[in-house]
């Protein structure tokens, strides 16, 4: 079993940043981690992608250049920094342990999300 918790959500201007968390306990790093997030009216979507090892990242292209996912195995803590952030941000953001299908990540196991607005 697998269990998430995420945190470092809250509001915050334009341009700002947040660094969100996401504390792990089970059998969590033997999976790698993602941040997803899901806007209201709009369906959930993968944010970035951070392997067991945390040597291989991917990120949505409209978070390139802009947030950075990092793990801490020793802390069983993924983060999600985010910079330069844009109204278009806010959501509500959530961290899963993933498995990759064809070219999808799909989560395992589900944190219960944290908020996160952007103000113009």
């Known amino acids: 079993q697998v269990q998430l918790v995420e945190s470092g959500g809250g509001w915050v201007q334009a341009g700002g940043s947040l660094r969100l968390s996401c504390a792990a306990s089970?059998?969590?790093?033997?999976?790698?981690v993602g941040w997803f997030r899901q806007a209201p009216g709009k369906e959930r979507e993968f944010v970035a992608v951070i392997s067991r090892s945390g040597v291989i990242t991917d990120y949505v292209e409209a978070v390139k250049g802009r947030f950075t996912i990092s793990r801490d195995n020793a802390k069983n803590t993924v983060y999600l920094q985010m910079n330069s952030l844009k109204p278009e941000d806010t959501a509500v953001y959530y961290c899963?342990?993933?498995?990759?299908?064809?070219?999808?990540?799909?989560?395992?196991?589900w944190g219960q999300g944290t908020q996160v607005t952007v103000s113009s």
């Open positions: 089970g059998r969590t790093f033997s999976y790698a």
């Open positions: 899963a342990a993933v498995h990759q299908e064809i070219s999808r990540w799909l989560g395992d196991y």
